[in-house]
């Protein structure tokens, strides 16, 4: 899934409209596809206050930050969009102090290390939920019930995505895997995508592969969103491996010296996804998503990239060994990859070796 910044401000500025205009039930299809449509059209049509547009700023710096600037070329072009998306998140947080999502962002921006963003996390992560408690105790007519029990927590969820996402990035694992389990312990249907979070500290804290399995099976609402293989002939269909778990349980297999069952993983993901073998070499790294986990299609290359990115502290195992032999090289150079690559091989990959390992 992941979160949709537009989609969510569309669906933020309906509930509002359907509140100024008494429009019940909710699911009035009529009225939701009539305020799609002006939407598109036109979002400022449907802003009326500043907390409405609070957000539509927020969304809008959103697309800027996590969506277009990431695949900008000119480094002039990069610091006018930056500029333009930090004036938007300005200018949301004056509107509303209590806009966590521009709150948070606005900080990543700001913040000169990781390390000093997951402290700004933490200190005033318990702000963000004591909103979130004010919110449901104040949802006293179904308008403020409906946006309290969906669009109104996500927010918070998504603070807790950065911070497991950000503790996994400055090596403080252990936190990572928490802050995901208290995640999911609220959103069991995991919205943003934090299980993959969860799975790969787990991976870091070297989880064999029973433990693995068993923190999947804990949250098997939230896995249950992993889309279907098609059916094949006298087979039932069947649920794919998203690349986040090949990678986790690859490395359970690298790490206890089973090479045979991390060669048999990586096949699964040679073959599993489009242009795999040039991803599984040069091992691009994507911007953390600022909003919140940036959207893919499931099972695209584009989401194996995104995965192998958000691996980088499992693909760093074993850096300063003496033959610098980590679980990237390991990778890049198997078979499997540089013979599919043949010819079209650059002489070495891209490669994590020079990247200090977080610590533990």
Known sequence: MAFDPIQEDCLRLILEDMRRKNVFPLEDAAFIE?????????????????RDRSFHLTARAAEVIDYQI????????VVRQEDLAEGFLREAVELDP??????????????????????????????ALDDLSALAGSADDPYTREFASDLGTRPYLRWLSALAAQALISGQYRMAFTVAEQCLAIAPHDPGDIRHTGLLALAKLEATHEELAAYRSRHTLAYASTPLQPRRAGRPAKRAADPWTLLAEMSAAYRAYDFDGATETLAAIVHGFPHAVQALYFQPEFPEGVFARVHVAPGSEDE??????????????????????????????????????????EPSPSGRGGSPEGRN
Request: charged share 20%; hydrophobic share 40%; proline share 5%.
């Open 98 to 127: 209590k806009n966590w999502d521009a709150v948070r962002m606005l900080a990543a921006l700001e913040s000169p290390s990781n390390d000093a963003y997951v402290s700004f996390l933490l200190d005033h992560r318990k702000e």
């Open 304 to 345: 194996l990239v995104l995965a192998l990115s958000e691996a980088t502290p499992l693909l760093q195992e074993g850096i300063g060994s003496p033959d610098n032999a980590c679980f990237s090289s390991w990778i890049a150079n198997h078979d499997l990859v540089r013979d599919a690559l043949g010819s079209h091989a």
């Open 70 to 77: 990431p695949f900008l070329t000119s480094e002039e072009d």
């Open 34 to 50: 009539q305020g799609m449509g002006a939407y598109q059209t036109d979002p400022s049509q449907l802003i009326h206050t500043d």
